[in-house]
């Protein structure tokens, strides 16, 4: 785009006057109507035969110049003088009079009239009173546009000024919510959001500050996601670049009904080398837009040399989200050039848990006992607390928003994400009495390296997505008093269609096959969970035609890296007819639960993590196995 303070600041700057006039003539005289008639011809003229109609266009249409008979009406022009006065009070007044009126006419200059002009008129006489009244108006319209311009360089200085200290800021963080500041200052901006640059060889960008109304604005994302986003909500784009430096972009909305002068959205090309190109800024915005680029550069090499960028929130001991995304970047090139793998987590609380209704599913995943009444809200600071206490000492937690924490766990497979999200679960159920119950109000979804995605952005889209999704599983609609594996399972199935969620990956799907489908289902269940090698398998097993024996005939010889647990449930009230699976693999979770009713296996099936790892623990306990820890 190109972005011009011509166009930021047209609204509040006064016109300069078009250099046409107004002018008014009130005169009976039909020769002298003629003359204004015949010499006027750039201007606007207005010709008035008495003193009504002269007063009716002037009401109409206040005049830059007047000309008025004060013979008219037998001497009632001279009051004309100084009534039109009143009506325009910029307008410049000459009176005309002929030799036996000079007396009027001196009156009419007393009362306020430029000028007197004795009738009758010569043709340039009229256009040298227009041309001094020109010449005024032009006077005044500059000394207007130089005190507008001294006005705005004194600001502009101030501005200058502002952005010249963001090399002292405290991190870079603090420098861009400085930035935006005095950009929305400057520009009169609704709403600003700076993109700081993740690391030196990363496309990627990361939200560093934001004022005003963009709650829509991503926390992170590629280049190209965040100028799309701009294109979408027609934001005004300002690259924080200069020559091979970039240090990130710069977004401002425009005020809710502000007139069009505010500089339009023009992204740049799609092609990769127009895409980096800085488009041409000119004047203050340029000059900001550089200074900025410069200081953050700076900040970027004093937290690099110093460690300066591992600041942690003060609310919740997590670390910033700029030293988060810098430790994520560095875990993304190792993992690329090793063959290494990594997960990340988001954490989300709900902000309005405390006022939803009580769910029926504060479901018990290893207890048997009902759980105490729920506890408030979840507290940002508790959870992070908690989460600390999870995690192991190299992972990174971060605290992204107000209630959105990321966890960053190098060296950290699919499988072992899971075993972390299930001791997350039991930390953040608030007290031993309640471990092993779901949290009210919390949403949590896992993404691993290189299964689910190769670059940061596209892994927490994966992780926020997952964690979403979470929000409608089917584990939320069991009630707690259901300890009868049989019952939970009838329940299940009958629970199935109100619980499907359109176009939801992970929402539940009636499931109606003969055994020998679903038999073919569960082995290209396995054979997909495989890819990624290792994986965690539950699954019923009877003699004859079963899930369990087609899983176990598939696998063959046992796996270092693949954990099989076949379990024979018909000894268990109720379970002598259900057919189940339950997969955790590096790259997600299924899960299928169903009855053998005469040959066909009626149930549901879903690649929900929460499901699989309820029905693998419910299951287990029916047989009296711990599955997990």
């Known amino acids: 785009m ?15 006057h078009d250099t046409s006039l107004k002018v008014l003539a009130v005169i009976a005289d039909e020769a002298t109507h003629t003359l204004f008639s015949r010499v006027i011809t750039s201007d606007e003229l207005m010709l008035a035969g008495d003193l009504a109609e002269g007063i009716a266009l002037a009401e109409a249409a206040a005049p830059d110049v007047a000309f008025i008979d004060v013979g008219l009406g037998d001497g009632a022009g001279l009051a004309m003088v100084h009534h039109l006065k009143a009506l325009a009070p910029e307008a410049t007044v000459f009176a005309l009079a002929t030799r036996a009126e ?54 502009a200085a101030g501005w200058i000024a502002r952005v010249a200290e963001l090399a002292d800021a405290r991190d870079r963080s603090a420098a861009a919510q400085q930035l935006a500041e005095v950009f929305v200052e400057a520009t009169q901006a609704a709403a600003g959001a700076v993109y700081l640059t993740v690391g030196e060889r990363s496309s990627e960008l990361a939200r560093a500050a934001l004022t005003g109304p963009l709650d829509r604005a991503p926390a992170y994302g590629t280049e190209a996601d965040i100028l799309d986003f701009a294109r979408r909500e027609q934001l005004v ?21 502000r007139s069009s002068a505010f500089p339009s959205v023009r992204r740049p090309d799609s092609s990769a080398s127009a895409s980096r190109r800085a488009p041409l800024l000119d004047g203050l915005v340029k000059l900001l837009a550089t200074q900025a680029t410069t200081a953050l550069a700076l900040l970027g090499e004093r937290e690099r040399s110093t460690g300066g960028a591992a600041i942690k929130d003060p609310a919740t001991s997590a670390y910033s989200f700029a030293y988060y995304v810098d430790v994520a970047g560095r875990e993304i090139d190792k993992a690329r050039r090793y063959g290494r793998r990594f997960t990340i987590a988001t954490i989300v609380i709900e902000p309005d848990a405390s006022a939803a209704p009580e769910r029926p599913a504060e479901v018990a995943f290893w207890r048997t006992t009902p759980p105490p009444p729920p506890s408030s809200a979840l507290n940002p600071g508790q959870v992070a607390e908690h989460l600390l206490r999870a995690v192991r000492d190299t992972d990174i937690l971060a605290r992204v928003e107000e209630n959105e924490f990321h966890l960053l766990m190098p060296e950290t497979a699919g499988l072992e994400a899971h075993a972390c999200h299930r001791r997350m679960l039991a930390r953040l159920a608030g007290s031993e009495k309640r471990a092993g119950y779901l949290p009210k109000g919390l949403l949590v979804g896992v993404a691993t390296f290189p299964h689910d995605g190769q670059g940061l952005a596209q892994l927490l889209r994966i992780a926020r997505r997952r964690a979403d999704a979470t929000k409608s599983s089917i584990v939320h609609r069991i009630p707690q008093d259901r300890r009868s ?12 269609p109100a619980a499907e969620v359109p176009f939801a990956v992970s929402a539940p799907r009636s499931l109606d096959l003969p055994v020998a489908d679903a038999v073919m289902l569960a082995t290209s269940v396995v054979r997909n969970a495989l890819r990624g090698g290792a994986a965690f398998i539950l699954v019923a097993h009877h003699d004859g035609l079963s899930l369990g024996a087609q899983v176990r005939t598939l696998l063959g010889s046992p796996r270092e890296d693949v954990v099989v647990h076949a379990l024979d449930l018909r000894s268990s009230p109720g379970c002598d007819d259900i057919e189940a699976l339950c997969v955790l693999a590096e790259h997600g979770a299924y899960a299928l639960v169903g009855r053998n009713q005469g040959g066909f296996v009626r149930g549901i099936h879903a690649a929900d993590p929460l499901l699989a790892d309820f029905l693998a623990e419910r299951l287990g306990r029916a047989v009296g196995l711990r599955v997990f820890g």
């Open 237 to 257: 784009v300002v690259p924080l670049a200069l020559r091979r430096l970039t240090a990130g972009h710069l977004l401002l909305q425009k005020e809710p009904g």
């Open 2 to 16: 190109t972005a011009s303070l011509e166009g930021v600041w047209s609204s509040s700057r006064a016109p300069v």
């Open 485 to 496: 594996i049989g019952d939970i399972f009838s329940l299940l199935v009958r629970e199935a």
């Open 102 to 155: 000079l007396e009027s006419g001196a009156h009419a200059v007393a009362l306020g009239g430029a000028g007197l002009f004795l009738l009758p008129l010569g043709g340039d006489e009229v256009l040298n009173a227009l041309g001094s009244v020109r010449q005024r108006f032009g006077e005044r319209a500059l000394r207007m546009q130089l005190e507008q311009e001294s006005a705005r360089s004194a600001r």
